[in-house]
């Protein structure tokens, strides 16, 4: 068993106005994923720590922090979700990036970072971001304390293996109120292992 790891897990929720149809089925998922991850830190007592951005297009491009190192037991749940314009996702990947780089254990090494973002479409910044994501995924990921993972529609996996992502990182889901339902129960059995492994002494799934 580890003793003081620690997990900081950012959660980037896609707002663009596509999410309008499943807004609903998206929240519940969310306050979802917030049960699984309380269940599965206080189980293997992995101290975790929560921030939570939402990516639209209200603004030009633009993501907001809704919630930052917020301990897991005291994040909140969510009761409306709003929907509106692009997805700026990349570029929100980048900013949890470098806010958690601000932390002041990230050279612990029993300290491990999850980003994990879900979405229904591609990145809508044409392409100005690939690059810099790229490098700066790599350059984590080769650390072994960094997980990335994604959940996109079918058919986009292959754009986010080329960034570096694990494939097996990557839940490929229908936008529908029952795809919703099926990657939250993938999503809920992913948090348990991870933290099972986290336990145990694992850095990066």
């Known amino acids: 068993v580890v003793k003081n790891a620690k997990t900081y897990l950012v959660v980037i929720r896609d707002h663009s106005g596509s999410m309008s149809s499943i807004a609903q089925p998206a929240m519940n998922d969310f306050n979802a994923l917030r049960s699984a991850t309380q269940n599965a830190a206080v189980a293997n007592n ?8 939402e990516c639209d297009g209200s ?30 996702l990349f570029q929100t990947v980048l900013q949890a990036i470098d806010d958690l780089q601000l932390v002041p254990d990230f050279n612990d090494p029993e300290v491990t970072f999850l980003v994990m973002a879900t979405t229904d479409g591609q990145d809508t910044d044409g392409g100005r971001f690939t690059s810099h994501l790229t490098d700066r995924i790599r350059q984590l990921q080769a650390t072994d304390r960094w997980t990335f993972v994604f959940r996109v529609p079918r058919g986009y996996a292959r754009d986010l293996v080329r960034l570096g992502i694990e494939p097996g990182n990557i839940l490929e889901w229908d936008q529908t109120s029952r ?18 492994a986290r336990s145990t002494g694992t850095r990066s799934t």
Do not use: M, W
């Open 46 to 53: 992995i101290e975790t720590v929560v921030s939570v951005y």
């Open 59 to 88: 603004t030009q491009y633009s993501q907001r922090r809704v919630q930052h190192l917020v301990p897991i037991g005291q994040l909140p749940a969510l009761t409306r979700y709003r929907a509106n314009g692009g997805t700026p």
């Open 179 to 196: 795809g919703v339902q099926v990657a939250s129960k993938a999503n809920d059995q992913a948090f348990a292992d991870f933290y099972q």
